[in-house]
């Protein structure tokens, strides 16, 4: 059995797409997951499975789609792929809660640095194989008002998560 993460993008944001992490697990319970479990209220699911990642990830946003009646992206990783871009992370440097990895399904695509807008003087951003890191600046998250047109297709976690997610995928193999 492989330890997998499935992220999922926009539930549990401001009040809207509200999904409850017990439903979460219920769902991949029902979907046949191995030993589901969640992690903070964003959509962060650990499981086993012997199936494909795209085949995971089509079970899981058909099955959410039915539950939440509309569309909810997924990007599934492996446990090793967790902890890869965990140990990756070109920003060591840079407070965890301060650096966002966004997932995406696809690898990214080649013109993504030159579509990015808004990037402050501060901000540094590298492409990795499948995600999008970026070290905030002294504005933090929050406040920034960079905007990473192919990052939309996809989800983000700070380094802390992944960091945890990766920590917690292992224990499942």
Do not use: C, W
Request: charged share 25%.
């Amino acid at each position: 059995m492989t330890g997998y993460v499935a992220l999922l993008r926009s539930v549990n944001l401001l009040g809207n797409s509200t999904l409850k992490m017990a439903q979460l697990r219920a769902i991949a319970e029902e979907v046949g997951l191995g030993s589901p479990r969640t992690f903070i209220a964003s959509g962060n699911l650990l499981f086993t499975s012997k199936l494909a990642e795209a085949e995971l990830r089509r079970t899981l946003e058909q099955r959410l789609e039915a539950h939440m009646e509309r569309s909810v992206k997924v990007i599934v990783r492996t446990a090793d792929e967790m902890e890869l871009v965990h140990r990756t992370n070109p920003f060591p440097d840079v407070a965890g809660n301060n650096v966002l990895a966004f997932f995406l399904n696809d690898p990214a695509p080649a013109d993504l640095l030159a579509t990015i807008r808004n990037l402050s003087h501060d901000e540094r951003i590298v492409v990795g194989r499948r995600e999008v890191y970026v070290a905030y600046g002294e504005r933090g998250i929050g406040r920034s008002r960079l905007k990473i047109p192919a990052a939309e297709a996809g989800t983000a976690r700070n380094m802390n998560t992944v960091a945890k997610l990766a920590v917690l995928a292992r224990e499942l193999e």
